[in-house]
């Protein structure tokens, strides 16, 4: 699957937008899953968003439903996380994830992931 590298965070204001990327090094980028997950100071790393690679059917968390979009560009081996309306509480650090095989029940959960970036930290100000 190849090395997983995340950009595009940063400080923003509450309300604010942010969109960032996961790129896929080495061969061609084919996960059957990708996912994005976060993890604030002293919580547990969470499930945010996940797209199918193939056939880009989305899943979210109630907490950013509507507010986040997941995307990906197959021709850049690249997956995005677009986020708008951002909260202060939406603050952590954002890790990329995929797995190569369907993950069914394990979707929303680390361990349904095979590979992992290293993440990159959003900050909402309020």
């Known amino acids: 699957q190849g090395q997983l590298v995340e950009s595009g965070g940063g400080l923003v204001q509450a309300g604010g937008s942010l969109r960032l990327s996961c790129a896929a090094s080495g061969r061609t980028f084919s996960p059957y899953v990708m996912g994005w997950f976060r993890q604030a100071p002293g919580k547990a790393r969470e499930f945010v968003a996940a797209i199918t690679w193939n056939r880009t059917t989305t899943y979210y968390s109630d907490s950013v439903q509507g507010r986040f979009t997941i995307s990906r560009d197959v021709a850049k081996n690249t997956g995005y996380l677009q986020m708008n309306s951002l909260k202060p509480e939406d603050t952590a650090l954002y890790y990329c994830?995929?797995?190569?095989?369907?993950?069914?029940?394990?979707?929303?959960?680390?361990?349904?992931?095979?590979?992992w970036g290293q993440g990159t930290q959003v900050t909402v100000s309020s």
């Open positions: 994830a995929s797995n190569p095989q369907w993950n069914g029940s394990k979707l929303r959960f680390e361990r349904g992931y095979v590979s």
